[in-house]
């Protein structure tokens, strides 16, 4: 807290109040002091800690934002609004590379109300972990008593925990990011709210927005720790992962082959896949057998076979892609991740004829090695990787194919800019390095066909 210190004073000052700090950073310092004094449980604490280095700081004083800003830029802060409603500026953090969020405090007689108490605003926060401030001048304030929660490794809603999701349903998403993202026990009536809260009713009443629930869902995987063969089992059985991902229905039942797959059903590999994965990755890798449910055939030897399931996830992820909210640059990437990680070269003696045509097909130095994490975090330990050669780039002379069409032509011909454009011309340089010379109406008719 040291490292705020100037800061903070400096803020009480131009302002005339007090100032708190409140939330994440204030949860992450008594995390970080408490896996220095409890030698026993330190590998506890650190296992959930969020980091000592946070890119904001989220700071409430009882002023209204519109004076603040005023106050503040007189003082010489340099200000900017995050949002106007209910008011939210940001400065920075004085030597440090942080920046402080500055909100005015709320009434918990009516949480719509600005200005009170910290005490009472404290009150109107989601989980007694996240309900404890801190001011030079008084030390932790910290009415619900979340630093026991916290010592104690629970995660306790503030007051009822039926009114806290009432008020913020997404905070239910929240909750199980929380468990299994820090390795949390729920309190026994925050687990039982959770399990009985109509959580999906409210997805499809649109009370809880896909892309505010694929935030939380999101920052979970960001978390290298995570759990997240066990949160997928959970949302699963609470029918919240079928909802989001209807695409995943049925995929507990479909038994892969045990020779490939010794984890058995489609969903345990989609989850054990994505908690191998780097945390950066888990996005793709997630998605990478979503076509795997629309293509089971059931085989006689006691296993579901998936055939062109690679190219059918291709073909969901651009549905799939924009019902979640994911941008057009995530959504390329994994729909070329579905259809590439089944499309390697099958020959005796892998030439660089072959790796040419891999790779024009994976497109890009950066598409490659992102390609090359993600087999590994599917393969795990069960078989050997791919040739390494097929992942490193050849030169632009060997893979480079001249085209007589451009980006231009595609646009004029209807074609939205954008990453699609891209992807219609790589398809034009596989056709080329597949069959020899296309002429130019050729290639643009590949290319218009898609």
């Not at 950073?25 to 026993?40: C, G, I, P, T």
């Not at 002023?63 to 802060?77: N, Q």
């Not at 030597?95 to 007689?109: A, C, F, I, P, Y």
């Amino acid at each position: 807290m040291k490292i705020l210190l100037p800061t903070l004073n400096s803020l009480s000052q131009a302002l005339g109040t007090p100032v708190y700090v409140v939330g994440g950073y204030v949860r992450d310092h008594l995390l970080s002091q408490f896996a220095r004094w409890d030698k026993e449980n330190a590998k506890r604490y650190n296992k959930y800690f969020l980091g000592l280095k946070p890119y904001d700081i989220d700071v409430v004083a009882d002023i209204d934002m519109k004076k603040a800003e005023k106050l503040l830029v007189a003082e010489g802060f340099k200000v900017s609004w995050i949002n106007k409603e209910p008011g939210t500026i940001s400065t920075s953090v004085k030597g440090w590379d942080l920046k402080v969020e500055l909100t005015q405090t709320r009434s918990n007689q009516d949480r719509k109300v600005q200005g009170g108490p910290i005490e009472e605003d404290l009150m109107t926060r989601d989980f007694t972990m996240n309900a404890i401030a801190w001011n030079p001048g008084v030390g932790y304030i910290d009415p619900s008593d979340g630093r026991k929660d916290i010592k104690d490794g629970i995660l306790r809603f503030v007051g009822h925990p039926r009114d806290r999701l009432d008020e913020d349903p997404r905070r239910w998403f929240r909750a199980y990011r929380f468990k299994y993202g820090l390795d949390l026990d729920f309190e026994i009536y925050t687990a039982l709210t959770l399990e009985q809260f109509p959580v999906v009713p409210r997805i499809k009443s649109k009370e809880i927005s896909v892309e505010l629930a694929m935030t939380e869902i999101i920052k979970l995987w960001e978390r290298k720790e995570a759990k997240i063969v066990e949160w997928g089992k959970e949302m699963y059985k609470l029918n919240v992962f079928q909802e989001l991902w209807p695409e995943f229905a049925g995929s507990d039942k479909l038994m892969q082959n045990p020779e490939h797959h010794p984890e058995g059903d489609v969903l345990t590999h989609i989850l054990e896949t994505t908690e191998r994965a780097e945390p950066a990755d888990r996005i793709y890798v997630f998605h990478h057998d979503i076509g795997k449910p629309a293509t089971a055939e059931w085989d006689e030897r006691g296993w579901y076979t998936f055939y062109r399931h690679g190219s059918v996830g291709k073909d969901l992820m651009t549905e799939v892609g924009k019902r979640l909210h994911l941008s057009n640059k995530v959504i390329e990437k994994c729909k070329m991740i579905c259809y590439c990680h089944m499309k390697f070269p099958r020959v005796e003696e892998l030439k660089r004829e072959h790796i040419a045509k891999f790779q024009v097909k994976v497109g890009g130095d950066e598409n490659l090695e992102l390609l090359y994490r993600c087999v590994k975090s599917d393969i795990g330990d069960r078989k050997s990787l791919p040739q390494k050669e097929l992942f490193e780039p050849l030169p632009p002379e060997e893979t480079g194919v001249k085209l007589d069409i451009s980006g231009f032509d595609l646009i004029t011909s209807g074609i939205p800019q954008g990453p699609e454009i891209g992807r219609r011309l790589n398809l034009v340089k596989e056709a080329i390095l597949e069959t020899g010379r296309l002429n130019r109406e050729e290639q643009l008719k590949i290319a218009l066909g898609g």
